[in-house]
């Protein structure tokens, strides 16, 4: 398992990291922690999850009671206020099991929070980082323009934005942002919500980028061994490799 510095947080994450979020649909959470554990024996370190999947943050939360300390975990909350914010983070922290989240990720549609913003949001941001409880602050989202705002405000130590083979084009310009910024870049949907199957070829097209971390959503133990099987043996990148990866942009575009 390759680990690289994620973004200016300092943490050493596994490359590729597992998505908690579909979780739900494993079936139970025996099959939920079996999965999830395997995962972690594999040397994945890095698990994302969400207070918008409660269901979720709990399985997860069990799973990796153990072995807390070996692991990073991120969540994020859609929050309307720092109240709200506040909230959700006492249940985040009581569904993971834990006294502090390592990653907290404000998650918006076309909203940015900033330093002397009325609605208190960052403010917040920045008194739970003070007291301990958060260790690192991120942003998510899906619009392009609110992506590159909070690229350029750099108040942000990472951002999570979908990613995958056949995303638009401009969205690789944000991975570049990142990367001048030193910002990490958490690519959510590697497999575009599951309209993918060609696993080695989404692999290696996002091997490719040393500063994107792909959230895996695995939800049963066969798809989870395909990703680590290509995680040890990425696919090369060569001509043969770029024209299969055109074709699949073209069908789908």
């Not at 947080?9 to 939920?32: I, Q, V, W, Y």
């Not at 619009?143 to 951002?159: C, G, M, P, V």
């Not at 942002?177 to 993918?196: H, K, N, S, T, Y």
């Amino acid at each position: 398992m390759e680990y690289v510095r994620l973004g200016k947080t300092n943490l050493l994450a596994s490359r590729t990291a597992f998505g908690a979020m579909s979780l739900k649909h494993t079936g139970d959470a025996e099959t939920a922690s079996t999965l999830i554990r395997k995962a972690y024996e594999a040397g994945i370190n890095f698990f994302d999850t969400s207070r918008s999947n409660g269901a979720s943050e709990k399985l997860l939360g069990d799973a990796l009671y153990e072995v807390r300390e070996n692991v990073i975990i991120a969540t994020k909350s859609k929050a309307a206020s720092g109240q709200e914010l506040l909230r959700d983070l006492d249940e985040s922290l009581g569904a993971l099991h834990c006294d502090a989240i390592d990653l907290y990720q404000y998650e918006t549609e076309n909203f940015v929070p900033t330093v002397d913003g009325k609605d208190g949001i960052y403010q917040t941001l920045l008194t739970m980082k003070a007291s301990g409880k958060i260790k690192h602050i991120g942003a998510v989202t899906e619009d392009f323009d609110t992506a590159s705002e909070i690229i350029k405000t750099e108040l942000y130590e990472t951002i999570q934005f979908p990613f995958s083979m056949i995303s638009p084009l401009v969205t690789a310009s944000l991975v570049g942002l990142c990367a001048e910024r030193d910002m990490g870049f958490i690519a959510m949907q590697p497999l575009c919500g599951g309209v993918l199957s060609n696993i080695p070829l989404a692999f290696g097209f996002l091997h490719q980028y040393e500063n994107v971390f792909p959230l895996w959503g695995a939800e049963t133990p066969e798809e989870l061994s395909q990703i680590l099987y290509f995680n040890d043996r990425p696919p090369v990148i060569d001509e043969a490799f770029q024209r299969d990866v055109e074709k699949l942009r073209t069908f789908f575009n």
